[in-house]
Each structure stands twice: as structure tokens, then as C-alpha cells.
């Protein structure tokens, strides 16, 4: 989740999660209510980047989840029928990861494989390996210096021709009021410190990380929670929360 | 667990179970009732692209249905909207319906005996319909020729349901009186008015008597009815009195009064009868002067005549013989029509007066709803019984059923009283909306689709 050599402070945060990634049945917390929205959008790009039609599934398509957390998104994916390899850097939270899997989710086990390594070293060994890179909602919480690199890394684990998903939230205050006003302090949804506003990364940011390492952006797409982080749903602009699609150049 | 291969298809990822216990009694749905909506589900499940492979038990506790056949039309009619026909044409019913009979309706004249307030309802130069009057044995045999070709579909029939256990947390299980046991990961309740399903969902339920019962029947019709594509609506003192057009020469009763006078109305000789149901629609009611010089001046106002397009209903020659039964009518509406892994559906989840005709039309609604948000969510990755999914279902069909709920049922209390004030009220209210073509377009677009 953040360079072999870079800052602590995200990696401890994470980890004092540690039992509390996932939320209770009854209370599906903002990642999960996200699910609804960006594994359509992960699903869509890939089908169409593999050729397949859009009522086909992911059968055979090896996925790299790159910060994969508690794998709350790497469990629905999997449910897609992909194969995914989940890295993270907070050992905690691989271990929820793993646990939940192991527990809740018996049927997905097969699919899914957790890593508790850096994106820099899993890619030395992976190079070009993965149909698709996946990362979400991973690079608003890394020093803004690492962005650049972890995007590079990413790329470098994908085939050529292959889809490199990024979400993120957009560097805006619209984001900020109601990610860190909103969710953090006063509805609570998520603990204070998870965000910070210098570490938002703007869309032009992220895209023209993407160009440099060789990619060539599809589209992108924006999407938003209420104020309550009660639900999620696609806006028409960038604002809040985006994703990109972008594919390797041959 | 081989026995779970056995239900799916390899290429296609499926849940595959670990457990120790039988897992051939294990189902991805299992829908409890297998009547109007029930049997709809099963079959828009089979049809979806998505959902297509999961597979599904439907549990009925009546025997196998008998079929049907084009003799004497069946007393339980329903007015289908147009909605809910484009839902048949889309599962494959709809060709083996109109293939059997179905009466369109061009046109529906509704008015108030204790005034001369009336409303019609019809699209502009009749080019559309405004309903479709078929039996309601008819649908259920449609759906379930339908379903003979659904591979995924597992019938059952005598299955009374004894139990169910909501609280596993990612199955369902299901109890039958003669012992067998089912588990799924959606349960769906289909199970009508007194769905055991939602008992056990332990939701709060608000439900009114409406003291009132339902009397139906089939009636032949005088020579004079032309094409008889016309419903016709008077609201009495007792409550409503509608005729539904079958054919053109006989239609469908469905006489709202009290249980009563319901009772007496079953009993009586049969020519008898036809003369108390002629009565009710030309007898004339004291009306109230002031209510009376009211609508002459909304009249000038908004520069209608509200005699001059007043027509009769035909009239009865005779009732069909054993066609005449009685049934209670009530209000119920479920505070929620879902949990994890449960949802409801049509009955079971709502029930309304019938002088709208919007019953059943709200149970299919439901069924396109939820197949459609099911297979959003499961595209999107997420589990059968996946509450986000479902609570998405429960707010669309909130959305839509509640207003239309509370309209009928404020029509129902308005109607049912003969204080003067609300009869002044609610004939102005109806002489404007006929006068009023937004208004009476937005009535038309809610109610029939």
C-alpha cells in the first residue's frame, strides 16, 4: 500500500482498525455501500477490455488487488469470477482480510489469495502478470510524493493491453466537507484521520500519472455518497469520488 | 456437496456449499406461494439474463393446478394496467393470455349517487386502453405453462409451509408440515395477507377493517351493451358497485358493500339479485340542494356540462348460476417489506381496497422490481440475500406503493360517508379533476400505467 521505505503514519492507522473493517451485517459501512457502484464500473471496464459481452462474467481473469484492505472489494469482485491476489501493507488488516474470507465467505476461498507485501516488490515478481490492477480508494491515504510511483507500479503488474482501475476521491472541497466534516466527524462513519486534504489526489493529477506510465485513459467516471454515507450513486462530475479506466500501452 | 454440482453449471461461478448437512434440499431462492405473484417471480427469475442459473423452489400448499380452459368465465377477475401487460409480454406470458380471451377496456365511468358528480377515464380518441379484464385462473395458468420450460424452477405442491428460520445469518431455512426441511439464501414471502413469512419477520404491520366484504359474480348482459369495452364505477352509500366488461355480452361484478347486505345479495334468487343490481345503478339517492347548486356553479366556472356526458351502464339480464362469492375487505401494509436474506412481495407485503383495481397490479410491480435490483446487485457482485440490495427493492416499491395505497384508501373513507361536507368535497374534487386534464392525466399515469 505505500513504498517499501516510505512513512508509517497510514500503515499504523489501518492497523488500529484491527476487527473493525468490516462492519455488521446490519450496518454496511461507506466501502461497502461503494461496492454497489465500483465493481459494476471494474466489471464493465474489464469485459469490455477483454472482449466479452456485457451478460458474461470474469471467469479466468486475474485481478491484483493493490491495497486490497480488509478485502471488502476483493470479495465481490471475486464473485464475479476472477481470480484475485490481494496486497496490503497493514498486517492487521491482511489478517482481517484473511480471517473474514475464511470465515463468512468459505465459498470464495479459491479465488482469492492475500498478500501481506508491497506494490514495488509484489510487481517485481509479477511483472506484466495481471489481466487487470485494481486500486481503491488506496492512494488518498499515501504521501503525496509516493503517488507517482505506486501508480508506475501498478502499471508495471498489468499485461500489455491491460486495465488499470484507479479510484479515488477527487482534491476539492465539496470532497472534503463531506468526507472529513461529514463522515469523519459528524456522522462518524468512518474514524477521524483517515483522510486528509492534502492527500487527495485531483483527477488531472492521477491521470496524467497514468499517461506518464505508459497508459492511455479510457474514461473516467464520478460517483458520490449522501452526506450520511447512507448510499452511493454516480454523479456527472468528478467532485467527490472518481474512477478511472485506463489500459496499458502494447 | 456433489449433490449441489448437480444444480449448476461448471463454467458458471456458483456458490458451492461445505457444509455436512443434505445440501440437495439447499436452494438459492425459495419462493413461499405459489399464486398470482409467486408464480411470476419464478417465472421473471428464469427469464433474467443474470438470474437465469440460480436455482428455485416454489412452494405451494394447494394441490398441482387444475388448468384452465374457455368455459364459463371464472368469478375472480382483476383489471390489469398497462404496466403490468408489457411485465407479461417481457416474461412470455402475455401470448398464451391473449391467445386464451381478455377483454381491453377503452374507457371507465365512475360517479358518486349522492351527487352528480362523475368522472371517465380514457386515453384521447380511445387510442390506447385504459385496462385489461382477464381471469385471474387464466394468468395462473399462463405462468405456469410457462414455467414447465424454466430449468431452473423446482415446483412443489402440498407443501404447507409449518415453519421458517430467519435467523441464520447467511441461509434461510424452511420447515413443511410433513417434516422436510429446505435452506436458501433468499427467501422470498409471496404468501398473501396472512403470510406466515412476514410473522416471522416480526415487523410491525397497520391494518384496517374496512367492514365491508367483496361480492362477486358473472353476469349476462341485456342485448343494448354495443361492445361493451366499458367499466363502470357508482359509488354508493355501502360502498362501490363496479362492473368489469369480459366479453360483449358479459362482465364481472365486484360489489363492495356491508357483510351484511353482502350476505343477503349471495342468497337471494337469482332474479331477485339481477334486480337489486340494476337498482344500484339507476336508483336515485336523496341528494343534498346545496351540493347540487355547487356543481352547477363549478360547472360555469370551469365551463363543463356534467350532464351532457352521462351515460348508463348496461343493463343485467341475468347472473351466471354458483358464479356469486363473498370476500372480506381490508387494508394491511408491512412497515417493511424486507431483511437480510427475506423479502416480500405482493400480498403479503400490502393489501387495499379493490374499487381501484390496483391490487394485483402492485404485487407485479414488486416482482419486476425486486428481479430487476436482484440481478443489479448480483452483477455487482454482492450475495442473494445481501440487505443493501434488498433494502434498495423495499425503497422503490415504498416510493411507489404508499401514495397510491393512501389515495385509495382516502378514496375509500371519503366515499364511505354521507356527511355533507365531504359529499361537497369530494364532488368537487372529482367534477374538477374531469374538467382538469393534467390532473386527471397524473391519476391515469399512476394508476394505469
Known amino acids: 500500500m505505500m513504498s517499501s521505505t516510505g512513512e508509517e503514519n497510514g500503515i499504523k492507522h489501518f492497523n488500529k482498525w484491527l476487527g473493525s473493517f468490516w462492519w455488521p451485517e446490519d450496518r454496511p459501512n461507506g466501502l461497502q455501500i461503494m461496492n454497489k457502484v465500483r465493481v459494476p464500473f471494474i466489471k464493465e471496464a474489464i469485459l469490455e477490455n477483454e472482449n466479452r459481452g456485457p451478460n458474461d462474467n470474469l471467469q479466468g481473469i486475474k485481478i491484483l488487488d493493490a491495497g486490497c484492505g480488509g478485502g471488502i472489494l476483493a470479495e465481490d469482485l471475486a464473485r464475479t469470477g476472477a481470480q484475485i491476489v490481494g496486497i496490503d501493507m497493514a498486517e492487521e488488516v491482511i489478517k482481517e482480510a484473511q480471517t473474514h474470507l475464511k470465515l463468512k465467505s468459505k465459498e470464495l476461498e479459491s479465488s482469492i489469495t492475500y498478500k501481506l507485501e508491497s506494490i514495488e516488490s509484489h510487481q517485481e515478481k509479477n511483472n506484466g502478470k495481471y489481466d487487470a490492477v485494481v486500486s481503491s480508494e488506496v492512494i488518498e491515504h499515501i504521501d503525496v510524493n509516493e503517488v507517482e510511483d505506486f501508480v508506475k507500479s501498478c502499471v508495471e503488474a498489468v499485461k500489455p493491453g491491460g486495465a488499470v482501475i484507479i479510484t479515488t476521491v477527487n482534491k476539492t472541497f465539496f470532497a472534503w466537507w463531506n468526507l472529513v466534516v461529514g463522515a469523519e466527524y459528524w456522522s462518524k462513519r468512518i474514524p477521524k484521520g483517515t483522510h486528509f486534504y492534502n492527500r487527495m489526489v485531483p483527477a488531472q493529477t492521477l491521470i496524467g500519472y497514468l499517461e506518464k506510465s505508459g497508459c492511455t485513459i479510457k474514461y473516467s467516471k464520478g460517483f458520490a455518497f449522501d452526506f450520511n454515507v447512507t448510499r452511493c450513486d454516480w454523479s456527472d462530475n468528478l467532485d467527490y469520488f472518481y474512477a478511472v479506466f485506463a489500459v496499458k500501452n502494447k | ?449
Open chain 2, 1 to 449: 456437496m456433489f449433490s449441489v454440482l448437480r444444480f449448476s453449471t461448471i463454467k458458471n461461478l456458483r456458490n458451492v456449499r461445505t457444509f455436512a448437512s443434505s445440501t440437495s434440499n439447499h436452494f438459492d431462492i425459495i419462493i413461499a406461494g405459489g399464486g398470482l405473484v409467486g408464480t411470476s417471480l419464478a417465472c421473471a427469475l428464469s427469464k433474467n439474463k443474470i438470474l437465469s442459473e440460480r436455482n428455485v423452489l416454489l412452494l405451494e400448499g394447494a394441490p398441482p393446478f387444475k388448468g384452465f380452459e374457455c368455459g364459463e368465465y371464472g368469478n375472480r377477475v382483476s383489471a390489469l394496467n398497462n404496466n403490468t401487460v408489457d411485465f407479461f409480454k417481457n416474461i412470455g406470458v402475455w401470448e398464451k393470455i391473449s391467445a386464451a380471451r381478455f377483454k381491453p377496456v377503452k374507457q371507465m365511468q365512475v360517479w358518486d349517487a349522492s351527487s352528480n358528480a362523475s368522472i371517465t377515464f380514457n386515453h384521447d380518441n380511445f387510442s390506447e386502453n385504459v385496462a385489461y379484464i382477464i381471469e385471474n385462473d387464466l394468468v395462473l395458468d399462463s405462468v405456469y405453462k410457462e414455467l414447465e420450460s424454466a430449468k431452473n424452477v423446482q415446483i412443489k405442491n402440498l407443501a404447507k409451509i409449518e415453519d421458517v428460520d430467519l435467523e441464520g445469518l447467511a441461509t434461510k431455512s424452511v420447515k413443511l408440515k410433513g417434516g422436510e426441511e429446505f435452506t436458501c439464501d433468499l427467501l422470498i414471502g409471496a404468501d398473501g395477507v396472512n403470510s406466515l413469512v412476514r410473522k416471522q419477520m416480526k415487523v410491525d404491520t397497520y391494518t384496517h377493517n374496512y367492514n365491508e366484504m367483496g361480492l362477486v359474480a358473472t353476469l349476462e348482459l341485456d342485448g343494448n351493451a354495443c361492445d361493451n369495452s366499458v367499466a363502470w364505477q357508482r359509488f354508493l352509500p355501502t360502498g362501490p358497485v363496479a362492473l368489469l366488461p369480459l366479453n360483449e355480452n358479459k362482465s364481472s361484478l365486484v360489489w363492495s358493500t356491508t357483510p351484511e347486505m353482502a350476505k343477503k345479495l349471495q342468497s337471494l334468487p337469482a332474479d331477485e339479485f339481477v334486480d337489486e343490481l340494476n337498482k344500484a345503478f339507476v336508483k336515485e339517492y336523496p341528494k343534498n340542494e346545496f351540493v347540487s347548486n355547487a356543481l352547477r356553479v363549478l360547472d360555469t366556472i370551469m365551463n363543463s356540462d356534467s350532464q351532457s356526458s352521462r351515460q348508463y351502464p348496461p343493463k343485467v339480464r341475468s347472473v351466471v348460476e354458483r358464479s356469486r362469492a363473498c370476500f372480506p375487505l381490508g387494508f394491511m401494509h408491512s412497515s417493511s417489506y424486507v431483511r437480510s436474506g427475506v423479502a416480500l412481495v405482493g400480498d403479503a407485503a400490502h393489501r387495499i381496497h379493490p374499487l381501484a383495481g390496483q391490487g394485483v397490479n402492485l404485487g407485479f410491480g414488486d416482482v419486476k422490481c425486486l428481479v430487476e435490483v436482484l440481478a443489479d446487485g448480483v452483477y455487482g457482485g454482492a450475495t442473494l440475500s445481501d440487505k443493501l440490495v434488498l433494502l434498495k427493492y423495499e425503497k422503490d416499491r415504498l416510493v411507489h406503493n404508499v401514495p397510491l395505497m393512501l389515495g385509495i384508501h382516502g378514496i375509500q373513507s371519503l366515499y364511505s360517508s354521507s356527511f355533507s361536507p365531504l359529499v361537497l368535497l369530494r364532488s368537487l374534487g372529482l367534477q374538477i379533476t374531469q374538467n382538469a386534464p393534467p390532473l386527471k392525466n397524473l391519476f391515469m399515469k399512476k394508476a394505469m400505467g
